[in-house]
């Protein structure tokens, strides 16, 4: 019964995304094409003759009727081909897939580093509120969420980096040394550590609000009052029954947590010299390089659709009455 | 309002930046621009209350000149997306069936697209401008809004007193704007400080990648001058960087307590429960 | 909600529950995976630290017992002599051939050499010159696929990958030719130029290694690799060399060079090429160092054979990354994306060359982590020291800098402001042919004379480039042949600027726009278009955001005349605007001369060069049929003198025609670790004898 419930809340749920996906792609062509600028004299390169230029625009398919270049891309987007870079001269795909893994590493270690971070300092902040500890959580995430990430990063980078020489100040890798297994992940960690605890940092003052506003709002609700009723120590009485309640706002939060981190990171990214995604947007920004930001806008928002898809499904499976609804 | 210091303190810090803003002309009406080889790099003074950057551009000037750039911005995008926000979410709410599943469609479109990325796009090609920014962060601000609106029209459209406009004959139109309306301000006013909030760092953000307004005095601008010369002035980016930390904090605090003073129908959109669009 | 807090807090009670107490577990140990991480990275830097500080010791005191005793000591003798005060902890020395040293420098590199004794990364050799290693270089510009400098003339290109190739003929600093890949410089008197300066014969150097070469297949360069380099890449794709296309007779659509004779050499290659110009062709000496001309291998494209017919694209010449240059290409976004790594060439033919075993390139665009990355010792170069932080590198004993005239995508660069001269939007076909509208506020000289004379270049260079670079005073740079001294070019002054723009029609009353409270406005100005009371706005477009400080320089000193200059930076279509669409009022570009007019400097004023490809040309739409014969004339004419009046006639003109303001010649200033030497800053073959001693 409750997984026919569940089954049709899913069923629901992905039909929901298709209208988002083509929203997406259409208002990320659109953006795209009504921009100025020539591509295929970017393609053509510098120096190319009018010939060289026409002879681009017509490889490129920008000599065709919109609509048609739409269809056009719809239909190599479904074969995973996302076309070709006019800067680089290279597949999207390519140049994307060559900058993911960095990124995807730098946020995938701000968003757990942040989640359980915030999670702690939050019951931490619970546990007595308004006493001193609660109140210097409170106030310390509320400052550090109204800093700017870049100044930071500057920030850590002079005192962590060049005064203290605890951490390289820059880079993913250390460019002197050919490191191979334990010690290339070693080497890769040595350099994640400084960006990744930058980007998580307003992260975790976000989970840690509202990991503690959960707890205090499910503290007073009926069923731990009940479990304290039967006996429970207050303490356990949160632990079991309250903290998990209380973290369903955290799991919901994921999916825009993620588009948060991205954005991040193409800041944190620049001052760092990681070479993630968000280097890669800036330059092919610069380069006019419309194919590949394209790209990178459709990839985003997809890994935003994919995950907020994700937490709605595992909201309905820990809270069936989520779906029902 | 008396219940919560912290909007208190949040409201008194949103408008002494308010207010700077709004008086930059009077407090500080000189050229920002104006450079001076002999006064580049000054610690503050009495005649550079703030010092003077490489160019010996004065700061205060840049700084509260800035204020009100910041500030500009701020409210046209809080306009923008306040009234994209509340027409999309009362419409959404009070309709319901395909024009509420349209509407969401379109709400979740909007909050997947990176709202940074794009900027960076719209600015790098239509050359950066406060009115272009300004209309593309309001377009594209509004989806939480309207989703909160739209939960609370849901929850507002069968109360009596809406079923009891309905039977007297009122309009739709009028129904919204009396009755609908009025309730959903306070989630309004609480998203607008969250919004304001972000819309700080999102301009120093693209400030900071170069892509700000180079024509009119901004924090995000300065902090960007000042990268190279961190060790050297350190005035050129903690003035900009406090004002702007105060105005965010400022409009956070603001919304904390708003959110309070309003209950936790209105603390959906606070920092509480954000489900923000992707930045 | 708050009567929920009041009543939670009398609530609490002792001790952490089994989850608190496992989030704390998880969180320290991330925490402690992090610091153990950091230190032990730290540790390893220590060592390496350490293993440097021992080979330096040990290398101070051979070249302390070298002063004296005028060869290379044994460990003992360095003992002996006090030198040492211990025996060396990491490194053996033993000593080469034993002849007498010279003090650093190649002639004295084998006269000893230190080993490492323990096996440990980080602890390298090295004698008087150390061999090995890997140079790490903080590069200005992003990673590019586009490889051959040989078919681009962009900056990042060459910076990157110049190393990989070399050309025919090299240039000093001064742009003085010694010989490369051919044997001799040819001149007139030793009968390799004839015909007045039309034909030029090259022999090449025999025994020239390509890349690709094997003990089983060797590939040796010989004269139809200059031949084919020419027809099928230079001529058609580098913006510089297509100056040649014209005098050459080259046929851009068949993509042959019928006037380019190869004969091949016998042995080892090698052999002649004969370039036969329809006209004396002056500069051509000065098109044929790695940067202007690098030499690709013949054939080496499918499908496309030297003086057959067929024209490759520019990514077909990419494909090929080979070259007969010091290091050989190796990877492109290894070990991380946006990496570029070239290796050495062991068959490279100066023997003992290149010291390196490679070179890791890195792109650092940004200048604040360009300069961390130097001095937290992440690279060992950098390219482009940001102009603020140039002086405490130069201070520092632990770092040197050179400043040079080169750039990576050409030498001797000036920054030049750009009026618009006709009307915005105008048509490139209008503008070249004449009939396009003057711009209705730039077309006046005298307008153009003001701003010219209201831009405090002094200001320009100490404040908005921290002075490094000098105030330009002639329309072609300095530092080449044809730039004229006596020819003054308007004074700053505030004084007269204003007297020109109140003579011109914008004496009006003052306006407000924004902040701006003294924009002058129109007052019968002889444009009827120009209404009285227009306010004199002057737009100014600015293709990249590292001009932000020089072009706040410009807009303040326009303001103090009462010019409003709102400023658009726009880096994607700027080049768009200016040479396609014309939309733009002022412009500014840093414009490569060159090591000859003719090659950097015509193609900002010649007619044919209004045109709509984005390389930078004639910017301006500037129009002087006496000024293209001047250049026209002068690059046929070898005698200097006469060559020498014709760019004087042309500086005249221009000067007093104002198309561009030209503001400040601006060197580039490379720095790097002490640790490292030997480099040729001027060139992308500068790490061809570099070494590195850690």
Redesign the interface.
């Known amino acids: 019964m409750l997984w026919a419930v569940n089954r049709r809340y899913v069923v629901r749920r992905l039909l929901q995304v298709v209208p988002t996906v083509l929203g997406i792609v259409t208002l990320s062509f659109a953006l795209v094409h009504l921009t100025?600028?020539?591509p295929a004299?970017e393609f053509?390169?510098?120096?190319?003759?009018?010939a060289q230029i026409d002879a681009a625009r017509s490889y490129l398919g920008l000599d065709r009727p919109v609509p048609e270049q739409f269809t056009t891309y719809l239909r190599h987007l479904l074969h995973g081909d996302l076309g070709t870079s006019y800067a680089?001269?290279?597949p999207v795909t390519e140049v994307i897939g060559?900058?993911l893994s960095?990124t995807l590493l730098l946020t995938g270690t701000a968003l757990v580093?942040s989640t359980?971070?915030g999670?702690?300092f939050g019951?931490?902040a619970a546990?007595?509120?308004?006493?001193w500890l609660d109140n210097a959580v409170s106030t310390a995430s509320l400052l550090v969420y109204s800093l700017p990430a870049f100044w930071l990063a500057?920030l850590a980078?002079m005192a962590l980096?060049?005064k203290v020489?605890?951490?390289?100040?820059?880079?993913?890798?250390?460019?002197?040394?050919?490191y191979t297994g334990l010690a290339a992940a070693?080497?890769i960690?040595?350099h994640l550590?400084l960006p990744a605890?930058v980007l998580a940092l307003s992260e975790t003052a976000l989970v840690v609000r509202v990991t503690r506003a959960g707890l205090?709002?499910q503290?007073?609700q009926e069923y731990v009052r009940s479990a304290r009723a039967k006996g429970l120590?207050?303490?356990?009485a949160?632990?079991r029954h309250a903290?998990p309640n209380a973290l369903l706002p955290v799991l919901t939060i994921v999916g825009s947590r993620v588009g948060y981190l991205v954005s991040g990171a193409v800041l944190v990214e620049?001052?760092?010299?990681w070479?993630?995604l968000g280097?890669?947007l800036v330059?092919a920004?610069?380069?006019?390089d419309h194919p590949v930001i394209l790209g990178m806008v459709l990839l985003v928002s997809a890994t935003v659709v994919t995950a907020n898809l994700a937490t709605d499904m595992a909201c309905a499976w820990i809270d069936p009455r989520i779906a029902a609804r | 309002m008396g219940?919560s210091p912290t909007a208190v303190v949040g409201l008194a810090m949103t408008a002494l930046v308010a207010g700077v803003a709004a008086l930059a002309?009077r407090i500080a009406?000189?050229?920002?621009?104006?450079?001076s080889?002999p006064d580049?790099l000054r610690p503050p003074s009495a005649r550079h209350l703030l010092g003077t950057d490489?160019?010996?551009?004065d700061l205060f000037t840049n700084v509260v000149?800035g204020a009100h750039t910041s500030m500009r911005i701020v409210a046209g995008v809080v306009v923008i997306s306040s009234v994209v926000g509340i027409m999309a979410g009362c419409v959404s709410g009070f309709r319901g069936g395909l024009v509420d599943d349209v509407v969401m469609r379109v709400v979740e479109t909007v909050q997947s697209v990176p709202r940074f990325f794009v900027a960076v796009l719209v600015t790098?090609?239509f050359?950066?401008g406060a009115r272009t920014m300004t209309v593309l962060l309001g377009l594209t601000s509004w989806p939480v809004l309207a989703r909160v609106v739209r939960a609370e029209t849901l929850s507002l459209r069968e109360r009596e007193f809406v079923t009891a406009a309905r039977t007297m004959g009122a309009s739709d139109l009028r129904i919204v704007a009396r009755h609908i309306v009025p309730n959903v301000a306070p989630t309004a006013l609480v998203m607008a400080a969250v919004t304001g909030s972000r819309v700080v760092l999102l301009e120093a953000g693209l400030a900071f990648l170069?892509?700000g307004d180079?024509?009119?005095a901004s924090w995000g601008a300065l902090i960007n001058?000042a990268?190279?010369?961190?060790a050297r002035a350190w005035w050129m980016s903690v003035f900009p960087g406090a004002a702007m930390a105060i105005s965010v904090l400022g409009m956070n605090l603001l919304a904390d307590g708003l959110t309070?003073v309003f209950?936790?129908s209105a603390g959906g959109a606070s920092l509480g429960g954000r489900s923000a669009p992707a930045d | 909600?708050?009567s929920?807090?009041g009543?939670?807090?009398g609530?609490?009670?002792e001790?952490f529950?089994?989850?608190?107490l496992l989030?704390?577990i998880?969180?320290l140990g991330?925490l402690s995976?992090?610091v153990v991480?950091?230190v032990?990275?730290?540790g390893d830097?220590g060592s390496s630290a350490a293993y440097a500080t021992d080979a330096k010791t040990v290398r101070t005191a051979e070249e302390a017992f070298c002063a004296n005793k005028g060869r290379y000591g044994t460990e003992d003798e360095l003992l002996s002599g006090k030198l040492l005060s211990s025996k060396s902890d990491y490194h053996a020395i033993t000593l080469g051939s034993g002849g007498p040293c010279t003090g650093a420098g190649v002639a004295s590199q084998s006269s000893y050499q230190i080993t490492c004794n323990v096996v440990e990364?980080?602890c390298g050799g090295g004698g008087a010159v150390a061999t090995g290693g890997?140079l790490?270089v903080g590069e200005t510009f992003?990673s590019?696929?586009?490889t051959n400098v040989a078919s681009?003339?962009?900056g990042g290109t060459h910076a990157w990958w110049e190393g990989m190739y070399n050309g025919l003929i090299a240039l000093d600093e001064a742009g003085n030719p010694s010989p490369e890949l051919a044997t001799v410089v040819p001149t007139v008197a030793n009968g390799g130029i004839t015909n007045g300066g039309a034909t030029y014969t090259l022999t090449l150097r025999q025994n020239v290694q390509w890349h690709d070469s094997t003990v089983a297949v060797p590939h040796y360069l010989d004269a139809d690799d200059v031949k084919f380099t020419f027809e099928k890449v230079l001529l058609k794709?580098?913006?510089r060399a297509?100056n040649m296309a014209t005098p050459l007779g080259y046929n851009?659509t068949t993509c042959l060079a019928a006037n380019i004779v190869a004969t091949n050499g016998a042995g080892s290659n090698g052999g002649t090429v004969v370039f036969n110009f329809t006209a004396p062709y002056i500069p051509f000496l000065k098109q044929l160092n790695v940067t202007e001309g690098a030499i690709n291998p013949g054939n080496s494209i499918p499908g496309f054979t030297v003086g057959v017919a067929g024209c490759p694209t520019?990514?077909n010449t990419?494909a090929v990354k080979v070259g007969t240059g010091p290091f050989k290409f190796s990877s492109i976004?290894s070990?991380?994306?946006?990496?570029g790594k070239v290796v050495k060439n062991p068959n490279y033919w100066k023997p003992g060359l290149p010291y390196l075993d490679g070179i890791?390139m890195?792109?650092?665009?940004?200048?604040?982590?360009r300069?961390?990355?130097l001095?937290?010792g992440?690279?060992d170069f950098v390219w482009d020291v940001?102009n603020?932080?140039v002086a405490s590198f130069t201070a520092s004993s632990s770092f040197k800098t050179v400043a040079t005239q080169s750039l990576g995508g050409g030498p001797n660069s000036v920054d030049q402001v750009i009026f618009n001269l006709k009307a915005s939007g105008s048509s490139v076909a209008t503008v070249a042919d004449g009939t396009a509208a003057d711009h209705p506020i730039l077309g006046d000289v005298n307008v153009r004379k003001a701003i010219f004379q209201a831009l405090n270049r002094d200001?320009y260079l100490?404040?908005?480039r921290n002075g490094i670079g000098s105030v330009s005073k002639s329309p072609i740079s300095s530092q080449i042949f044809g730039a004229e001294t006596d020819i003054p070019l308007p004074a700053f002054s505030v004084s007269a600027a204003d007297a020109l723009l109140d003579a011109a029609g914008w004496n009006g009353p003052r306006t407000t726009i924004?902040?701006?409270?003294n924009v002058r406005t129109a007052l019968g100005h002889p444009n009827p278009a120009i209404a009285d009371g227009t306010a004199l706005t002057i737009r100014f477009l600015?293709g990249s955001?590292t001009f932000?400080?020089r072009?706040?320089?410009i807009?303040?000193?326009l303001?103090t005349v009462g010019i409003n200059m709102?400023?658009?930076?726009?880096?994607?279509?700027a080049t768009?605007q200016v040479f396609?669409n014309r939309d733009f009022d002022l412009y500014i570009l840093n414009y490569a001369n060159g090591y000859d007019p003719h090659i950097g400097v015509r193609r900002q004023y010649a007619i044919d060069q209004i045109s709509?490809?984005?390389?930078p040309n004639n910017a301006a739409g500037y129009r002087n049929v006496a000024v293209d014969a001047d250049f026209d004339t002068a690059a046929q004419t070898l005698d200097t003198t006469t060559r020498y009046n014709l760019y004087h006639d042309f500086q005249t003109r221009v000067v007093a025609d104002l198309p561009y303001v030209w503001m400040i010649e601006t060197p580039n200033v490379r720095g790097y670790t002490t640790q490292c030497k030997g480099f040729v800053v001027w060139t992308g073959l500068f790490a061809e004898s570099a070494s590195c001693h850690r």
Do not use: C
């Not at chain 3, 924004?514 to 409270?517: I, L």
């Open positions: 100025p600028g020539d004299r053509a390169g510098e120096g190319a003759d009018q680089q001269r290279m060559i900058r960095a580093v359980v971070a999670v702690g019951v931490l546990r007595r509120p308004l006493r500057q980078i980096a060049l020489h605890l951490f390289p100040a820059g880079g993913m890798t250390d460019a002197r040394e050919a070693r080497d960690a040595h550590a605890l205090l709002q503290a007073g120590p207050q303490e356990q949160v632990a903290l620049s001052v760092f010299g070479p993630g280097k890669a330059d920004a610069q380069a006019g | 219940h002309g009406p000189d050229y920002p621009f104006t450079v080889t580049a490489q160019l010996g551009r000149q790098g090609w050359g950066a170069g892509l180079p024509n009119l001058n990268q190279p010369y961190l309070d209950g936790p | 909600m708050i929920r807090i009543e939670m807090k609530r609490g009670q001790g529950t089994l989850i608190e989030v704390v998880i969180i991330v995976a992090v991480f950091a032990q990275g730290t830097k990364a980080g890997t790490v992003s590019n696929t586009t681009s003339t962009g794709y580098h913006a297509r851009a520019q990514a990419d976004n070990p991380s994306a946006g990496d890791l890195r792109p650092y665009t940004a200048d604040a982590a300069t961390t990355a001095q937290s992440a690279v940001p603020p932080d200001q100490n404040t908005g924004g902040t701006q409270t600015q955001t932000d400080a072009v706040a320089v807009k303040s000193n303001a709102p400023v658009t930076v726009n880096t994607t279509t768009t396609t709509t490809t984005g390389t």
